[in-house]
């Protein structure tokens, strides 16, 4: 009976739990409660995912990301103030605090107000640079909302976000339009490889400061596909921090609105669709790699009558030492989370899960190839023959890419050398038989030589002991 209560708590408390495999926990910090209803379609989608939002005010004296040491939230969505600083709970230290703590933060920009001192450091530290003058907007002329902004061409029109890379998943595709309304530009740095942009501008744009009264921009901070709309950051630890370019982007009237190019095409905008995408994924629902089961055997290889090789396992799992020269079978299981359940992982074909075996340096690099697939994961596996050094070495999966977590599995084994019985024959060894044939013919060369020289003994007379002319 006690057993069936159990699994009705596991239950319960699976069902309570959020999407996200991190908690549920959800802290809006917003400075002005009477602007919530802006939002409140965005607010209805995370409730609806199961997220338990508490909304603070940045100079709440309630507010608080740690308590005991410990977070009292898993993830927050910072609205921009329109005073200049975040209070004494949100500043970029404890930001960092929070992040390293495996917390996940959704920054939200807005281009009507100057972005807060206290943003821009945050921003710096993560090497994500926005407009010295915290002012400027990005403008595209050609593809704009020509309903909202006839003038500003502020109001930008773009498609959903291309594949970062060939062998990157893209967790934000589809179709339709996402309207960027008075977007704040960002320019990412190149020297950190944790960082990738979600939303890029056109060709076409560039940032533009309204305050500035000219009619052409001669150094603009950034122009075209260098600038980011919305850009994220994966730490080490997997925690994430997405910098949401346009506060009104969110809003109810942008969700499922009406809009019309300069070319005169009219559409609906998929705004809701893409902040639940971006939202799914800053809060750990899409792109999370779990590890399942991690075995390595010796194995056989022998060959069918097709001619195509045949893998057997050979003595148990995961033993801790194997002798050089060895054939060995190393599987890793994976599954990706998505939203509410574990699928099997699945690499692009310019991509490849690929196994170290190593000591100080690699002495194999080998591509993991999908063996076989459960309900809900794949198994990735590689046989191969072990180097000709005896010593400590590690099977690694190091697996790490833009947007999803970081996968990096190591197991540790001893390579030992022949033991004083299971050195081959002489024979059996090809290089030895010039060897083998040299004593041979030197046994038989001088059998050969003694018979000669017994039977050319000179003959004797045996009545006068004389040899015989």
């Not at 921003?123 to 915290?134: A, G, T, Y």
């Not at 008075?182 to 190149?190: D, K, Y």
């Not at 001088?446 to 000669?452: E, I, S």
């Amino acid at each position: 009976m006690r057993w069936l209560v159990s699994i009705f708590i596991l239950a319960f408390s699976a069902s309570v739990q959020g999407l996200s495999c991190t908690g549920n926990r959800l802290l809006v910090v917003i400075e002005e409660a009477v602007e919530k209803v802006k939002y409140s379609q965005f607010w209805g989608d995370l409730e609806g995912r199961g997220y338990r939002i508490t909304f603070q005010s940045p100079k709440s004296d309630k507010l608080a990301l740690f308590r005991h040491g410990e977070r009292t939230y898993d993830h927050i969505i910072l609205l921009p103030p329109k005073s200049k600083g975040l209070g004494p709970a949100l500043t970029p230290n404890i930001l960092l605090q929070f992040i390293n703590q495996n917390g996940n933060i959704l920054l939200v920009l807005s281009g009507e107000s100057p972005t807060p001192a206290a943003m821009v450091s945050l921003l710096l530290e993560l090497d994500i640079h926005l407009p010295p003058d915290r002012t400027s907007l990005v403008v595209d002329h050609l593809n704009y909302d020509i309903s909202s902004a006839p003038e500003k061409h502020d109001v930008l029109l773009l498609p959903r976000p291309s594949t970062l890379r060939s062998d990157v998943k893209n967790f934000f595709a589809g179709q339709g339009t996402i309207v960027f309304p008075r977007a704040v530009p960002q320019e990412l740095g190149n020297a950190s490889p944790h960082l990738a942009p979600i939303l890029r501008a056109k060709s076409t744009a560039y940032s533009y400061n309204p305050k500035d009264e000219v009619e052409t921009m001669e150094d603009p901070f950034a122009v075209g596909e260098q600038i980011s709309l919305v850009s994220s950051m994966q730490a080490r630890n997997s925690a994430r921090f997405t910098v949401f370019g346009s506060v009104e982007a969110l809003e109810n009237k942008w969700f499922d609105a009406e809009i019309k190019s300069p070319g005169g095409n009219e559409r609906k905008t998929v705004n809701r669709e893409f902040a639940e995408q971006i939202s799914a994924w800053t809060f750990l629902e899409t792109g999370v790699l779990k590890v399942g089961r991690v075995e390595h055997h010796l194995s056989s290889i022998g060959e069918k009558a097709s001619g195509n090789d045949t893998i057997s396992q050979l003595g148990y799992w995961n033993p801790k030492i194997y002798r050089i020269k060895n054939d060995v079978t190393f599987n890793i299981e994976l599954s990706e989370y998505s939203y509410d359940h574990l699928i099997p992982l699945a690499i692009p074909s310019t991509d490849a899960v690929q196994l170290e075996f190593t000591m100080l340096s690699p002495f194999h690099r080998l591509n993991l190839q999908p063996a076989s697939h459960t309900s809900n994961s794949t198994i990735f596996s590689s046989t191969f023959k072990l180097p000709d050094q005896h010593g400590i070495f590690a099977f690694r999966v190091n697996y790490k890419r833009p947007f999803q977590t970081n996968v990096d599995v190591k197991r540790e084994v001893t390579v030992r050398q022949f033991a004083h019985d299971e050195w081959p024959r002489s024979w059996m060894i090809s290089a030895g038989w010039v060897w083998i044939a040299g004593v041979w013919i030197t046994v038989i060369g001088w059998v050969a030589f003694v018979g000669l020289w017994l039977w050319s003994e000179p003959a004797y007379e045996r009545s006068q002991g004389k040899r015989l002319k």
